[in-house]
Every structure is written in C-alpha cells, then in structure tokens.
C-alpha cells in the first residue's frame, strides 16, 4: 500500500509538472576569473547609463526559452583589457526578467541555475565581455556555460577608475572587499556571498563556486572585527546560507557531506559516493572567534549547531584544536537537542575527549537527534569496541538512529563486523545491505544466502524502500542494494575460470543468475 502510495505522489506531481514550463539541466563548473578573462575580448569597469528590451534571432547565443534579453549602454571607466572604439559602448546581456509569465519548475534546485543577470543604471560593474560577430554591440563572455547570477557580472564598490596594471582577479577581490564596510545590507551581503564562492575549492567536487580566492583572504576580509560581524551581515535570513557557505570545507555541516566523509574513513564498503577530499579546513582560523562566539551564544540551538558543525578538520592546526576541544565539553551537555547533536559529530575529530564511554552515553541520549549523530560519529572515528553498541540501536523507534547505526556498521572492517551482520541478514531494513557487505569480502561465506536473494527475480520495485529507515540507509550507501547484491554476484563469477565456473558452489550462483538477462555472467 505504501508502494502504491508512493506511485500516486509521482503521478500527481508530474501531472502538475505538464501544466508548467519544465526546466532540468546538468549545472557545469563556473569559469574562473582568469577563464573569463582568457575568453573576454574586453574586460572593463563600467557605469550603466541605461537598459532596455532587446532582441535577437533564435540562434544567437543569447537566446533563451527561459529569459529575456537587454541592451545595456555602458560608459567605460576603467579599460583592463582590450580595446574600445568609444568611451561610450552597448551590450546585449541576458536578464532576469523571465520570458514568459507562466511558472517555471526547476528539477535542478533553484533560479541560481539559470543564467540570467541584473545591471541597474547609475551602478558600476566589472564587466567581461566580447564581441560577436556581424553586430557593433558587445555581448557577455558567459552565455551558454555560465548559470549563476555572479559569474561575470561583478558589482563594484565605486565608480573610480582602476589601475590599467591591475590584475583582473586583484582587482574584483578590492572591489568586493570595499563593499563589505558598506552600511547597506543587500550591498555587504552580496560581497560577502560572492567572495565564498570565488574561494570554493574544487577539491569539495561542486560546481558552484570557484578557486579564485584563498577562504583564509577572504576570511580575513570578513572578520576583520575577530568575533563580530559588520551589522550589515547580521540579519538572521543572512545567517543560515552565511553559516552553510562558511561550513562548507566541513565534512559535518551537511547530510551528504557526513554520508561522503563515513565512507573515507573505511575500507571497501559497499557504496556508490564518492569519498570526501582530506582537505585541512585550517583556512577557517579568521572565522574562529566568531563562530565559538556564535556556538556559545544565545542564538537558536539551530544557529548555533551550524556554527559548531563548521568546525570539521580543524585539528591538526594546534591553536584551533585547542581552542575548539576546550568548548566541546560544554557543548556536549547543553540543553539544546541540536546543539549535543553538532557537538558528537565534532567529536569525532578529539577522540581523546569522546571516549568509548561518553560515546555510550549519546547512544542514550533522550534526543533522537543525539543518538542519530552519535551512532554515526562512531563510524566517522572507526570506534571499533562500539559495534556491540551500534548492534542494539538497531533496534531504536527512530528511523534515522537506525538507519545511521547500520551505515556506520557497513563502514567498519568486515573482520571487525561479521558477527553481528551475519546476525541481522534477516533484518527487513538492512539485511540486504549487509549481504552485500559481506559478499563484496567473501562471497563464499554467505553463499547460501546469495543464492537465497539471487533466485528471486529482480525488478525495479524491489529497490523501493519501503519506510523511512530504508529511505535513509539506501540515500547513504547511495545505492540499491537488491540491485548490488547481484552485481557482485555477477562480478565475482566473471573473476572465475569458466571450467571451476560449473563446479558447486559456483554453478549454485551462476543458476541463480541464469534467467536474468540484466546480470548477465
């Protein structure tokens, strides 16, 4: 009946989607300033003078289903690249005025993933532009590849020319740097949000942001008052994606973020994630004050676990590690549920301050949330003594404690797990999933079993997860694992003579396959 329920709600929302502008697209990394500058045939520092509606064929680069386009006339302030034929010049941009007025459903996050861009007249920008071919005007560098409303359109924090020798990256870092002080709160927020993410490493495998930047530079910028933000960045709808952005060198601060660093820390699990990048998160230093501030205040117990959850891999920088191993302690034993929460997957990182007794202790927590990080943190520090522990939560009312217990079970040495996932093969919820643990170490040992699952013919509906424990345990080995267990089967036989092939048990395994052309030997 679930299952059906869940058809349903697909159904309805596609239905919903047919009556609507439908728009999905695979988001590419963003140029860097030194790519855009590369492509740019003129690259300026330009008051707009006006804007208005433009148009163009369907095959201009321009041209878009989702986005008008404008004519911008700019008079040219500072000229760091190329040459002009008039202080005063036009260019086609595409906006962000929609097309059309009927709503638009993003399969793909938000309006950011869309490439469409906003000039006020009377405002200065750094501009990267070139010229296209047959038309007097200029037009942006970013049109196809570019899909986030600061790539190539930088807001600059005056109208002053700049230095005809100044580097393109220096001088949008002065730019933005100068409209931090700004006592206008979209102004500071926009400089703030821009710098993050031209200091993203790639390294973190997104494709929003940009290597640009040192994140220590460009904390330093922000934080130049230690433990204070400016009065501009402080409004509590900043903080939230402030907070995500300066967390996001953590492996803490976000769901998939936890699920990719607990497979880092195994060996051979059965998984389709990609493991986290063993990046040191040392460039948070400038922020420290701020954030230990922040996780002791008196701000909402969400804030202040955001705060805490930032501070993944920080410990192999001495005055960090000091400084934040001093404040666990006090974090671990507040009363807020959320901020216990923050502090036990921290604690992963000091395990000289969570033993293997304290780590008991959050798997007693009254808080599910508690006991949800608690079960993983134990996976995040590979807490061996502990897996009799994770065993019994097994068994907890929440699913996601649960769920969580199981993936950190999964991230462990098989060697170190065997027993207790021999055990629970029969466990509705993980027991496949465990069978492929097992399996991808030693398919021989859970051979009866595997022929057991194998016989059953696979289909689609097999991988549809039928509570919410199962929904949380399939996001974090990022597979289906009736689908996988097969897979292995099949992978292990093809590694084998043909001849030993047809010898028990193998051929046992190989019937089990036979009749199911998607698996294949």
Request: hydrophobic letters at 40%; one cysteine or more; aromatic letters at 8%.
């Amino acid at each position: 009946m679930k299952i059906f329920a869940r058809f349903i709600y697909l159904i309805f929302i596609l239905l919903i989607a047919t009556q609507l502008q439908v728009h999905a697209m695979i988001m590419p990394y963003p140029y860097s300033i030194s790519e855009l500058a590369a492509d740019a045939s003129l690259l300026i520092k330009a008051k707009v003078l006006s804007t208005e509606p433009a148009s163009a064929p369907k095959n201009h680069p321009l041209s878009s289903p989702y986005w008008r386009i404008r004519k911008a006339k700019l008079q040219i302030i500072s000229l760091l690249k190329g040459k002009a034929q008039s202080s005063e010049i036009e260019m086609l941009y595409r906006s962000d005025i929609p097309l059309s007025d009927k709503a638009l459903v993003s399969f793909d996050a938000s309006a950011e993933n869309h490439a469409h861009f906003k000039l006020e007249v009377n405002k200065c920008y750094l501009l990267f532009l070139r010229q296209n071919k047959n038309e007097k005007s200029y037009i942006q560098t970013s049109t196809n590849f570019t899909m986030r409303s600061w790539e190539g359109f930088y807001r600059a924090g005056d109208c002053l020319p700049l230095n005809k020798e100044i580097k393109p990256d220096k001088a949008i870092f002065i730019e933005l740097i100068n409209q931090l002080k700004s006592h206008d709160p979209a102004t500071a927020q926009y400089a703030a949000k821009t710098l993050l993410k031209l200091s993203r490493d790639k390294n973190l495998l997104t494709s929003d942001g940009t290597n640009d930047f040192s994140r220590k530079s460009v904390l330093e910028g922000i934080f130049a008052n230690k433990d204070e933000l400016p009065k501009s960045l402080s409004s509590k709808e900043f903080l939230k994606p402030f907070l995500t952005e300066i967390g996001s060198y953590s492996p803490y601060s976000r769901d998939d973020f936890r699920t990719r660093f607990l497979w880092s820390k195994s060996t051979g699990s059965t998984h389709s994630w990609s493991e986290w990048p063993q990046i040191d998160n040392s460039s948070l230093e400038p922020a420290l004050p701020y954030l230990i501030k922040t996780a002791s205040s008196n701000q909402p117990g969400e804030i202040r676990s955001m705060a805490i959850l930032s501070l993944g891999l920080c410990q192999n920088n001495l005055n960090m590690s000091k400084t934040i191993s001093s404040k666990i302690e006090s974090w671990l034993s507040d009363k807020d549920d959320d901020v216990r929460a923050a502090a036990c997957a921290l604690s992963a990182d000091y395990p000289s301050i969570a033993s293997a007794n304290k780590q008991v202790k959050f798997l007693q927590d009254p808080s599910a949330k508690v006991r949800s990080m608690a079960a993983l943190s134990i996976g995040f520090a590979q807490t061996y003594s502990l897996i009799p522990q994770l065993e019994k939560m097994l068994g907890d009312h929440d699913a996601k404690v649960k769920a969580h217990s199981a993936l950190s079970l999964m991230s462990m040495p098989v060697d170190k797990t065997k027993h207790v996932l021999l055990t629970n093969l029969s466990n509705k919820e993980f027991g496949t999933g465990f069978l492929c643990r097992l399996a991808s170490k030693d398919p021989l040992l859970v051979q009866k079993q595997l022929v057991s699952e194998c016989s059953k013919k696979w289909t689609d509906e097999m991988g549809i997860p039928a509570n919410d424990a199962q929904i949380i345990f399939q996001n974090g080995i990022g597979t289906d694992p009736h689908y996988r267990v097969r897979i292995i089967v099949r992978d292990y036989l093809r590694s084998i003579p043909k001849e030993t092939r047809n010898t028990k048990p193998y051929s046992d395994l190989a019937a089990c396959l036979k009749e199911q052309p998607e698996f294949q030997i």
